[in-house]
């Protein structure tokens, strides 16, 4: 991964005084630290559709930032374009002052920035475990010769990986299931899942998109309090979510996209009494 | 030796062969998801490459080159490796069954290549009266084959090890991620192109060495040998031996070229002599019945996938 300011090892969290924190209280502000995201003018048109139409903001680092809006405001096509999936058709991203546009997205997440995926996409015919250690970068056994050449290398970076996949997913609270099929578990779990082999990257910055969406209240706890105590250690959010408990509890800084374009931004409670917003919310509710 | 053992030495000889062929569409398909349906292509271009290098020359044809046999060979599979890379940089953006349909037409374009292009491939008669490797050391015919079957049965067992070793590695791993979600792959730092590519190639180079294995024991090469049946009698070992898992792959390349040997056999001798040439689709009926009846009762195949992929996270 390419140099700067990186957050606190998450090998640290392990399974030894994780805090069972909830709620959004007391979070340190975002100074400093990595993962500041810079979405520069963006659009991203499907033919004539103008699905993100110069879309601005700056999710800043170290903080939790929410980017909500009506059904098919753009937000996903934001996400996508953002992490490489689609490249942009104008404006720039970038990420702690590097430019990421239109870099595919396994470069994309080379600078620091994981995502998941509204449906989740574990790698269904995996364990659980192998899901997650399949992410680091550069593994010496990922070029086939090494197992023949260097297999005592592969050994010990396979056991390295091992450990610190077990201590994500323990964080993660999916010990039980580490040695199933990722495609055998619950919808929630998999959302689990993403996020823990979001973490196995050690990024910058993680984009989750709708990790609420679909999940149980238990594991929807869960999941806050996950993002809270990584938020905590210094990792970066842009989190796309409907649900608005979700997001005011959690979220530092709110910005709000309707029909491609950014109408509001700034604090969870501002922001959620701007008229603006109200009507673009409640005008999608009476089409 | 009695009959019995003689014909036993020359079906092993045979179903370890395409047990090579078998390892490497289970890479392409069983780890990686790649559908190649046009295996039988890559197995004649090594086999043919492997003949125009060991061939003795011939004034009216190309090549001919007398090439020590272990050198006809890899050069097959180096000509292997040369038309993957340009058919996979040509196709692998296709999914599925698009890049099934495209590698099918590329593998009947190669057999087709062999029939036409006489002055190199010595069109329909093919080319004959290769030599055999280290054929004047024996003094009978049945003693040279089960040195050959020896020779196939080393490079077999040694792709077998290799294959093994890798896939059980984080590169199995990676693999097997691009197979299950390449939008997902791609997200987590992985370049699905490079590796599937990366893939193609190496599957296809296992298909050519198989090929001049081929020619070195029956010592010529003709088009009729490279029909799109071997690519169906190949998937149907990857299919019922047990896709994703090697040892799978041998035990169907075994089991399934038992079949057809046994089958045809029975044909000749039980069906009356007027119907024997139209008997012979019984062979390709049972085949095809034997795909249906394993994806039903047995979808992933005798010997599955496991669901660790590397060894050094199988066991606790």
């Not at chain 1, 090494?146 to 450990?163: D, F, K, Q, T």
């Not at chain 2, 590698?103 to 055999?132: C, D, K, M, W, Y």
Request: hydrophobic share 50%.
């Amino acid at each position: 991964m390419s140099g700067g300011t990186r957050p606190p090892e998450l090998s640290a969290h392990g399974g030894n005084g994780r805090p069972a924190t909830s709620g959004g209280t007391g979070r340190p502000a975002g100074d400093g630290g990595a993962g500041r995201l810079e979405v520069a003018d963006v659009v991203k048109a499907f033919g004539a559709n103008r699905a993100v139409d110069g879309v601005s903001f700056v999710a800043e680092a170290g903080r939790i930032t929410g980017l909500i809006g009506p059904n098919g405001a753009g937000k996903t096509t934001l996400f996508n374009a953002v992490a490489g999936e689609y490249p942009l058709d104008a404006g720039s991203v970038r990420l702690d002052g590097e430019q990421i546009g239109s870099l595919p997205p396994y470069r994309v997440f080379s600078h620091g920035l994981a995502r998941t995926f509204q449906i989740p996409r574990p790698f269904g015919g995996m364990t659980v475990l192998e899901n997650v250690m399949c992410v680091p970068e550069r593994q010496a056994g990922e070029r086939f010769w090494n197992s023949w050449l260097r297999p005592g290398l592969v050994a010990r970076e396979e056991r390295r990986n091992m450990e610190r996949a077990r201590e994500i997913i323990e964080f993660c609270g999916l010990t039980k299931v580490e040695r199933q099929l990722a495609g055998a578990i619950s919808g929630g779990q998999q959302k689990l899942v993403e996020l823990a082999r979001a973490l196995m990257a050690d990024p910058k910055i993680v984009l989750l998109d709708e990790p609420g969406a679909g999940v149980n209240p238990a594991l929807l706890d869960t999941i806050v309090d996950r993002i809270v105590e990584l938020n905590k250690r210094g990792l970066s959010f842009l989190i796309i979510e409907h649900n608005m408990d979700f997001i005011m509890s959690l979220c530092d800084h709110i910005v709000v996209m309707a029909t491609g374009r950014v109408i509001a931004e700034g604090e969870p409670d501002t922001v959620i009494a701007d008229p603006q917003v109200i009507d673009a919310y409640l005008g999608g509710a009476i089409q | 030796m009695t009959g019995f053992a003689a014909y036993l030495v020359f079906f092993l000889i045979v179903a370890l062969t395409y047990s090579i062929v078998v390892m490497g569409l289970n890479l392409q398909w069983g780890y990686t998801g790649l559908f190649n349906a046009g295996v039988v292509g890559f197995f004649a271009i090594g086999a043919y490459g492997t003949a125009i290098l060991i061939g003795p020359d011939r004034a009216h044809l190309i090549g001919g080159f007398g090439l020590p046999f272990p050198v006809g060979v890899l050069g097959g599979m180096a000509l292997c490796a040369v038309a993957a890379l340009i058919v996979g940089m040509a196709t692998l953006r296709l999914r599925e069954e698009y890049l099934a349909i495209a590698t099918f037409g590329i593998a009947i374009s190669i057999q087709l290549v062999a029939l036409n292009f006489e002055s190199l491939t010595g069109g329909a008669q093919g080319l004959v009266g290769l030599p055999r490797p280290l054929f004047g050391l024996f003094d009978s015919p049945a003693s040279y084959n089960l040195f050959y079957l020896g020779v196939v049965a080393a490079v077999a067992g040694l792709v077998f090890l290799a294959l093994e070793t890798a896939v059980r590695s984080p590169w199995g791993r990676v693999l097997k991620a691009v197979r299950e979600d390449e939008t997902a792959a791609r997200s987590l730092g992985k370049n699905p192109a490079a590796i599937r590519l990366e893939v193609f190639v190496l599957g296809c180079v296992l298909m050519g060495l198989a090929g001049g294995l081929y020619v070195g024991f029956i010592g010529y090469v003709s088009p009729l040998d490279f029909l799109p049946i071997l690519t169906f009698q190949i998937w149907a070992m990857l299919i019922v031996g047990g896709s994703g898992n090697n040892l799978g792959a041998v035990t169907g390349a075994i089991g399934v070229w038992a079949l057809w040997a046994m089958s045809g056999l029975a044909i000749s001798r039980l069906l009356p002599v007027a119907y024997q040439s139209q008997g012979g689709a019984i062979q390709v009926i049972l085949i095809g019945l034997l795909i249906v009846v394993t994806l039903i009762f047995r979808p992933r195949g005798l010997i599955g996938e496991s669901d660790s992929v590397s060894k050094h996270t199988g066991a606790r």
